[in-house]
C-alpha cells in the first residue's frame, strides 16, 4: 500500500515567521493530497487540498505545492498567528482505491 | 447538511473485553465510511474502509473487525482487547463519486479507548 512520510515532526517557529511541512509519498498512483489540521482533543478538519493535475494552490496564508515527478507535496504557512499552533497531517489518496493514508503528523508550535 | 455521529466519547475497558464503537452518518446516501486510529502522538492508522453494505476491506491484520449493517452505519468491533488497541479511533466519511471519491474526508469526533 501507499507509505506517507512527514517531516518535521515537530516544528516551533516565532508569531509571524513562515512554517514549512514536507511529505513524500510512495505510490504513482496517488492523486489527491489534502492537509488537515488537528487541535488538541479535537478532530482534523481539512485545510487546503491539491489534485495531480496542478502544482501548487493557494488559499490566503496557507499554500500547498506538488511535485509529482519526485512525489513530494509541501504546506507553506505564511505570517503564522499563533492559533495556527496544532498538529497537521498530510494524506495521499487515489480515486480508484477510496483509500486515505496518513503522515505521521507535525506538531506545529507558534510563539507570541 | 451531513453530520457523522461517533460514540461512546470515552470508554476504559480491560483486556480481554469486548469491543463496540459506532458511527452513524445523516444527512447523505451511500458514503464512504473508513476507520482509522490515532496512536498517542501518531498519526492516523488507516483500519478498514467500506464503499457499501456489507463491503468490508480491513489494511491491517489484527484483532479488530468492522461491519457496516446499514447504508450509514459502521461499527468496530473486538472479541478481546488488547492493551496495545489503545487510543483514538477516528470514523470518517466522504462522499461518492465517479471514481471511488469526490474528495474532502470527514471525520466523526472520535472515541478515545484506554485498555488496562
Known amino acids: 500500500g501507499e507509505n506517507v512520510e512527514q517531516h518535521p515532526s515537530t516544528l516551533s517557529v516565532q508569531e509571524g515567521d513562515s512554517a514549512v511541512i514536507k511529505c513524500t509519498y510512495s505510490?504513482?498512483?496517488?492523486?489527491?493530497f489534502p492537509w488537515y489540521k488537528q487541535e488538541l482533543g479535537k478532530r482534523p478538519q481539512l485545510i487546503i487540498d491539491?489534485?495531480?493535475?496542478?502544482g501548487e494552490k493557494k488559499d490566503q496564508r496557507i499554500a500547498v505545492t506538488l511535485n509529482k515527478t519526485a512525489k513530494h507535496f509541501s504546506l507553506h504557512i505564511t505570517e503564522t498567528q499563533p492559533e495556527d499552533s496544532a498538529v497537521y497531517f498530510c494524506?495521499?489518496?487515489?480515486?480508484?482505491?477510496?483509500?486515505?493514508?496518513f503522515g505521521s503528523g507535525t506538531k506545529l508550535n507558534v510563539k507570541p | 447538511s451531513q453530520t457523522i455521529h461517533q460514540w461512546p466519547a470515552t470508554l476504559v475497558q480491560p483486556v480481554g473485553s469486548p469491543l463496540s464503537l459506532e458511527c452513524t452518518v445523516e444527512?447523505?446516501?451511500?458514503?464512504?465510511l473508513y476507520w482509522y486510529r490515532q496512536a498517542a502522538g501518531r498519526g492516523l492508522q488507516l483500519l478498514f474502509y467500506?464503499?457499501?453494505?456489507?463491503?468490508i476491506s480491513s489494511e491491517v491484520p489484527q484483532n479488530l473487525s468492522a461491519s457496516r449493517p446499514q447504508d450509514r452505519q459502521f461499527i468496530l468491533s473486538s472479541k478481546k482487547l488488547l492493551l496495545s488497541d489503545s487510543g483514538f479511533y477516528l470514523c470518517?466519511?466522504?462522499?461518492?463519486?465517479?471514481?471511488?471519491?469526490?474528495?474532502?474526508?470527514?471525520f466523526g469526533e472520535g472515541s478515545r479507548l484506554t485498555v488496562l
Open positions: 470518517a466519511w466522504t462522499r461518492p463519486g465517479a471514481g471511488g471519491f469526490t474528495g474532502e474526508l470527514f
Open positions: 505510490d504513482s498512483a496517488s492523486n489527491y
Open positions: 491539491i489534485r495531480s493535475n496542478v
Open positions: 494524506a495521499a489518496a487515489s480515486y480508484n482505491f477510496n483509500k486515505f493514508y
Open positions: 444527512g447523505t446516501s451511500n458514503p464512504n
Open positions: 467500506s464503499v457499501g453494505i456489507g463491503q
